[in-house]
């Protein structure tokens, strides 16, 4: 069974540039979770979209960043204008249900590295 | 509301001794508790979780892990460190309608 793609895997830009990062879960999940994890920290869930809703944004800085599930499958992530403070390493997890009381097992793809000069 | 705390950031050991890395959580619902381990540039995998079924959970590599509900506890541990097992742990709480919430992970070191 094919894991959670991420592309591209590394990414450098400079500050004020924007960036995109994409991900396809795993065939069939219907929830689907962005994290970022700042050097030395857990991460931190951004947003959980179940099928093509959004479920959770709370944590997401909507005045630069924003993401998509157009079609309930693969998602992108967007930050426009990034900062330095927004280096980090961008991850995708899927679930077959939602993360709750049934405590889903969610799959994480490896990642995007994210490094703003 | 819910919480994790991983009380030691590192964690050293010789090669062939028991490993214990310690987690302690707080959640206002019956909590599910997972640890995941992360090596170097790779993704997360799941090694282990507890969903209110038996209280020791058997994971994969050798993991085990004991929900202690008195102590609020989720203890991570092996019988034989392995080299292989060096890497970043993060134990993981989720519960009610929040989503996972981890820890600040825990680096374990393996001296040959």
């Known amino acids: 069974e094919a894991g959670v793609a991420q592309s591209p895997r590394y990414k450098i830009i400079e500050k004020r540039q924007s960036v995109a990062f994409w991900c396809n879960p795993i065939s069939g999940h219907a929830t689907l979770y962005w994290y970022q994890q700042i050097l030395g920290q857990g991460p931190k869930l951004l947003i959980q979209f179940q099928n093509n809703g959004v479920v959770d944004d709370s944590q997401l800085p909507k005045d630069r960043f924003s993401a998509e599930r157009l079609k309930g499958v693969d998602s992108t992530l967007k930050i426009q204008p990034a900062k330095l403070e927004d280096s980090a390493v961008y991850l995708c997890?899927?679930?077959?249900?939602?993360?709750?009381?049934?405590?889903?097992?969610?799959?994480f793809g490896p990642g995007t590295r994210l490094l703003v000069l | 509301a819910q919480s994790v705390t991983q009380l030691d950031s590192h964690v050293s050991v010789s090669e062939g001794t028991p490993v214990l890395l310690r987690c302690n959580y707080s959640?206002?619902?019956?909590?599910?508790l997972f640890w995941y381990v992360q090596h170097p540039n790779k993704g997360l995998q799941l090694l282990l979780k507890?969903?209110?079924?038996?209280?020791l959970v058997k994971g994969i590599n050798g993991f085990e892990a004991e929900f202690k509900k008195s102590e609020t506890s989720f203890h991570l541990t092996k019988p034989s460190a392995h080299m292989s097992d060096a890497a970043e742990y993060f134990c993981?709480?989720?519960?009610?309608?929040?989503?996972?919430?981890f820890g600040k992970g825990t680096h374990l070191i393996i001296q040959p």
């Open positions: 959640s206002s619902y019956s909590p599910s």
């Open positions: 997890a899927s679930s077959l249900g939602a993360s709750g009381p049934r405590g889903e097992t969610q799959y």
């Open positions: 993981v709480v989720t519960g009610g309608a929040d989503g996972l919430t």
């Open positions: 507890y969903t209110s079924a038996a209280t």
